[in-house]
């Protein structure tokens, strides 16, 4: 039997040009007066999928997951989930829960009140109520907590009671608007992991709007990237890192150095950019734009090296420059580069040893390199 870590890895309906979405947004626009939150928005979401949507405030996310939620209605396309058409069914007839922010939770019920307030709506029969909330005060491990009233939780504890009252109905999909903003930083790690273990247990499809990057890299699937209420791009969280489409994608995401140049020469699947900030860059490309075209070139702190002497080849990807910040972080350390142009960049070390001998110091003068596979050439 595989585990829940292999099926995940192999888990790509997305490649497979058979698969039917789950969730489908086509040509999918929202405006509000002269606004446009949505625009002309086209996406696939599968089954058992962990899909985010990632953006800035105001990019349009939280639209499109109140849509797809019932309490809004596009201005124009189609939302169709599991085949269905959803224009013009309401919130409480669709196959699908929320879980705000906020946890909504009812201050003046116990837990699981909390929990079998929709079943209870819904006209479900008593025994099979209670079977059901002893189910998901199981699943979320809060069972000597079922006559505790929120006030009585730790924010940890009542965002479980949400989730469980969200997955009580047993929707075919999970929504989740910010689900972990009100958590502490170790806490919010802790229940990503959480929250990916229950998604595959239960094999729903979940939805998840966020603004923070590693959680959207951290529990996703696959993640759009939003923007101006379009997506910019889709894709695996190691695709959005490591081969951004765009400028906007690649600086959006994590820590990048971004430079500009122009293409001064390719060939056997390279090509020699001069950059602006004084020194020469080869990188592995497929494609091959003209001579003396301006292009951008990002490159990730982590992929940069920063020494002492100069490399080998100190004629590419290799420039000098002094010591400006350095920052140690524990497990890794972070040094901002000055480099001979006045251009500042950001490399980073992992502090592999408990010590060192002999540590860098601010102003010293320095070398920052990289292969010609560690970074990327910039479409726009």
Known sequence: MKSLGNIRRAFAPWTDPSAKPFIAFKNVTKRFGDFTAVDDLSLNIYHREFFALLGASGCGKSTLLRMLAGFEQPTSGEIVLDGADMAGTPPYRRPVNMMFQSYALFPHMTVEKNIAFGLRQDGMSKDEMTDRVSQMLKLVKLEQFASRKPNQLSGGQRQRVALARSLAKR???????????????????????????????????????THDQEEAMTMAD??????HGKVVQVATPAEIYEAPNSRFVADFIGDVNIFDGKVASSGNGTIEISIDSGFSVRVAAAETPSASSAVGFAIRPEKMRVGRTPPANASVNAARGELWDIAYLGDMTVFHVKLQSGKIVKASSLNAQRSVDDPFTYDQEVWVSFDENAGILLKD
């Open 222 to 227: 696959r993640i759009a990237v939003m923007s």
């Open 171 to 209: 929707p075919k999909v999970l929504l989740l608007d910010e689900p972990l903003g009100a958590l502490d930083k170790k806490l919010r790690e802790e229940t990503q992991f959480e929250l990916m273990d229950l998604q595959q247990n239960l094999g729903l499809t979940f939805v998840v709007v």
